[in-house]
Nanobody, 122 residues
C-alpha cells in the first residue's frame, strides 16, 4: 500500500507564506500526477494546483501567481509554496495523487492525504 502524509499547515497572518509538503511512501510505485485541493467550512472541495510527473502544472485562478507546486522526485514529495496568503485561503488542504504500483500485482491507485489545516488570520 502507498500512503500520503501531509505536513506544513498552521496559522499565518495575511501576506505571509507557508509551505505544505506531501510525502508518498509504501510499496514500490511511480507517481503519475499529484495535486492539492482545499475545502473551507461550508464550501465544496476545489482544485488548487496540479503537477504531472513531467512537471506540467496548472493552478486555480484564485491562487495563480501566489502559489507554486513542485516535486522532489528523490524524496517522493510534492510541495505547495503559498505566498501572499489571504484570509480566503483558509481551508483544510488535501494532497491527492494517482500512483502506479510497480511490483506485481500492478495496479493504479488514487490516494488522498489526511488533510492539513491552513488558517490565515491576524
Amino acid at each position: 500500500q502507498v500512503q500520503l502524509v501531509e505536513s506544513g499547515g498552521g496559522l499565518v497572518q495575511p501576506g505571509g507564506s507557508l509551505r505544505l509538503s506531501c510525502a508518498a511512501s509504501g510499496s514500490t510505485f511511480s507517481i503519475n500526477a499529484m495535486a492539492w485541493f482545499r475545502q473551507a467550512p461550508g464550501k465544496q472541495r476545489q482544485l488548487v494546483a496540479r503537477i504531472t510527473s513531467g512537471g506540467t502544472t496548472n493552478y486555480a485562478d484564485s491562487v495563480k501567481g501566489r502559489f507554486t507546486i513542485s516535486i522532489d522526485k528523490a524524496k517522493n514529495t510534492v510541495y505547495l509554496q503559498m505566498n501572499s496568503l489571504l484570509p480566503d485561503d483558509t481551508a483544510v488542504y488535501y494532497c491527492n495523487s494517482g500512483v502506479v504500483i510497480s511490483i506485481p500485482p500492478y495496479r493504479y491507485l488514487e490516494l488522498w492525504g489526511q488533510g492539513t489545516l491552513v488558517t490565515v488570520s491576524s
